[in-house]
């Protein structure tokens, strides 16, 4: 894939797991293994706030391959490495996330570590239209301070250039990651449309291809349309390291 990450700027990285494809996935349109960064098409990511309550997310980290034994020591590892991790599943550092598949997720069979950025020219956009709010319990008084992914991207840092670039995946976006484009079945509507087939993992080959799903979606709603969930969308370059 001809793309120069420099190009892109980083909004953090990710542990999550390959999906397969279900009965609402266009079969001649998808692989059978899928990537994805929304939890609604991939078995979920792992995320920071199972150790701020292990009790409450037992199940939650339980289910996604952490050993029960492994549990008590959740809440200490995020403690020690808050300044590299941010809710709700955000890694700021390729070797955080490898640290924690290290630490927690004995069974890798399944795994995947992903990269994500946005073109630059999106980044200001982005963040202007994702303002987020922080409440303080110390002092007891709200701020606007980034975190998650509006952070990584506030970094304004290239993804590191050690990984496998897979394509690109039309997200939604609120607090965190959404819906994915697929969530709203559009691989059909997009092929007719653009002649658009997705190709590893289900990805979109090309920001150009990626950009008319965007902006197709976009143009719905400024029509009044829903033509997805009504959320902002955006093209995420994709990007694939291995584990260790």
């Known amino acids: 894939m001809d793309i120069d990450l420099r190009d892109y700027t980083a909004g953090g990285y990710f542990i999550t797991k390959y999906a397969q494809r279900d009965e609402n996935r266009s079969p001649d349109l998808f692989p059978e293994q899928l990537i994805s960064l929304s939890s609604h098409i991939s078995p979920g990511k792992a995320s920071i706030y199972w150790g701020w309550d292990i009790d409450k997310n037992r199940d939650e980290a339980l289910a996604f391959g952490i050993p029960a034994a492994k549990l008590p020591e959740l809440a200490t590892w995020y403690q020690a490495t808050h300044e590299v991790v941010g809710f709700p599943d955000v890694y700021y550092t390729l070797d955080a996330a490898r640290e924690f598949v290290e630490a927690f997720l004995p069974v890798k069979d399944n795994l995947v570590v992903l990269g994500i950025a946005l073109p630059k020219s999106l980044v200001d956009g982005f963040l202007g239209d ?4 922080s409440y303080n319990p110390n002092t007891q008084e709200y701020s606007h301070e980034p975190y998650g992914i509006n952070l990584a991207l506030s970094k304004r840092e290239p993804l590191l250039p050690s990984g496998e670039i897979l394509g690109f995946e039309v997200v939604s976006h609120y607090y965190n990651l959404g819906c994915s484009w697929l969530c709203s079945g559009l691989e059909r509507d997009m092929h007719q449309e653009f002649g658009i087939r997705p190709g590893k993992y289900g990805l979109i080959e090309t920001f150009e291809e990626a ?34």
């Open 130 to 133: 994702n303002q987020q709010t």
């Open 211 to 244: 950009n008319k799903v965007y902006e197709w979606i976009l143009e719905g709603e400024k029509k009044g349309e829903q033509r997805a969930e009504p959320e902002p969308y955006y093209p995420w370059l994709i990007v694939q390291y291995p584990l260790v």
